[in-house]
């Protein structure tokens, strides 16, 4: 069992930064893939960003060039910095885990997610 635990969320001003952090209870070393996906009121669960452990990232069109993804495998964290923020990025963030390789599947697991809030 992996337990994910997200901090960093918050409320912020269009055009400025956070950074999401997620606590694994695992050694993240171990896992195939990390990502965060986010979900905004009323609408389905998006892919945000992505990390392998051979280090390989992916990031949604509508992220890239302003958030970024990385792991401190010392500290068991992913972290998403968040840059140049937009009042669409507004969404509960959610930080996902899979042993497997490939995509997310239906056992990947899921931390409790971080409520972001950007104001015009």
């Known amino acids: 069992q992996v337990q994910l635990v997200e901090s960093g969320g918050g409320l912020v001003q269009a055009g400025g930064s956070l950074r999401l952090s997620c606590l694994a209870s695992v050694r993240i070393g171990a896992i195939a893939q990390m990502g965060w996906f986010r979900q905004a009121p009323g609408k389905e669960r998006d892919f945000v960003a992505s990390?392998?452990?051979?280090?390989?990232?992916d990031y949604a069109d509508s992220v890239k060039g302003r958030f970024i993804i990385s792991r401190d495998s010392a500290k068991n964290i992913l972290y998403l910095q968040m840059n140049s923020l937009k009042p669409e990025d507004t969404a509960v963030y959610y930080c996902a885990a899979d042993f497997s390789r490939g995509g997310f599947s239906d056992n990947a697991y899921w931390g409790q997610g971080t409520q972001v809030t950007v104001s015009s």
């Open positions: 990390t392998t452990r051979s280090g390989y990232q």
